[in-house]
């Protein structure tokens, strides 16, 4: 399977999967010279994200994709950005119908203000197959299904 990717700005770069095996195709941070972010700010003709301690926003990718029908791109974490730049990605799925530029919404859970550059690393995408059903509405509450598991949840099976 191919993704279909359109760069909606010339200095856009293509997701790229570093090694083979790897499940996520690493997102990159394009500038976007029309977007009004209070993120954003411009050094030496260079339009950085400044993302301060509590604050999200939306990066700009310069990315399109035709994702093909019954999958969806689900945007995730880079493990080395959460874990040293304390920023996480949030509002995390572009659906197959979706059509417009892909942003990644990252948010910055540290104690100090992240910078990004141009080009670098912010995300990683990951093709998922999604299974596509009805709803139907029951008239039996589903705790009366005898299970194991009941409703626990929320670390109720404890630490160990």
Excluded at 11 to 39: I, Q, T, W
Excluded at 129 to 135: A, F, I
């Amino acid at each position: 399977m191919e993704l279909e990717v359109y760069k909606i700005r010339e200095e856009a770069k293509l997701p790229v999967r570093e090694h083979s095996l790897d499940a996520g195709m690493d997102l990159f941070y394009c500038p976007d010279p029309y977007l009004g972010s209070n993120c954003v700010w411009e050094e030496n003709n260079m339009k950085y994200f400044r993302i301060p301690p509590g604050v999200s926003c939306l990066v700009p990718t310069g990315l399109k994709a035709n994702i093909p029908a019954g999958h969806m791109l689900e945007i995730k974490n880079k493990s080395g950005i959460a874990h040293k730049q304390k920023m996480i990605v949030g509002a995390c799925v572009v659906d197959s119908g979706y059509t417009g530029e892909i942003f990644v919404n990252l948010h910055n859970i540290g104690g100090t203000t992240q910078h990004l550059r141009p080009g670098q690393k912010i995300a990683q995408a990951i093709m998922v197959p999604v299974v596509l059903c009805g709803v139907e509405e029951v008239y039996t509450d589903p705790s009366v299904y005898n299970t194991t598991r009941s409703s626990g949840g929320f670390g109720s099976t404890g630490l160990v």
